[in-house]
């Protein structure tokens, strides 16, 4: 069985699994950058026009196992080039030349030292995901953001995670979700810190729908596509679930609660106090708890 290296060009995953001497390349990888239009089942039949000999063989490991499939040498790489229509042939091809091929004939591999954004790792995650399905992408997006950003990855992901509807209990969540976006992720890195601050309180606070507003927006800047908004609580919520849980709720009218230099203040029945560790703050959030 092969021995693969992954190779990332601008979020497009592609597999190679030669040698130094004899570069060779997963030809389905290939048809996904050069033929974008193209379905997952549709790419190998853009391969039957290369020649025999510029194509082979070759067993690659995948999650459901060891697999064979087709793969393109040097000369079938540049055969792929030339028909392609895709403005992103004639990049991807000056890539291959000026970067990979050097790197692979002095080193045997091909590495990438820049650290990736969170929206590369996002938009390589989108095309795992429709190559391979959503385990390998959870498993692809947990690994790079464990990489990169540690403060992010989260809990490893596991085969087969509960999935349950958080209840505005007052207890602490438990809630597991198959896949936090990565929108939310890098809007929790990013804008979770920008509180506004209740005229009555001294600490920070947030309503919910302003938190919606924030993140609808925070996605639209940087090209991501949001989740729906109930979702968008939950995995909110789920990201830090230790830390993240209702303290407690008012009851109808007005209570009093300590502010932090410990005089009591007033706050209206409608607050919800959220304590949030991770950023050594709370949260208040009217209409009702994340």
Known sequence: MSEISLFDFQGYQIRHVGTADEPEWVGADVVAVLRPEAEARDRTTYLKGILSEWKGRKKVPTLGGPQEMTTVYEPGLYALI???NSPLAIPF??????EVLPSIRETGSYGVTEKPSILDINRANKRIESLHGKSAARRHYWEA???YYPGLAGDEPVDEPQLKSPQSSGQPSDVKFKEIDLSVQ???EKRLKLLSVHPEVSEPKVSRQQMIDW???YCHQH???PVGFSHFIHQLKALTPRHFRPRRRCRVGETTK?????????????WVCIELANYQSSLRLTNRSF
């Open 82 to 84: 030339a028909r392609s």
């Open 93 to 98: 091809q000056k890539w291959v030349y000026e």
């Open 145 to 147: 953001m464990s990489k």
């Open 186 to 188: 890098s809007f929790v």
């Open 215 to 217: 993140y609808v927006e």
């Open 223 to 225: 090209d991501m596509r």
């Open 258 to 270: 300590r502010d932090r230099s410990g005089k009591l203040v007033k706050m209206p029945a409608h």
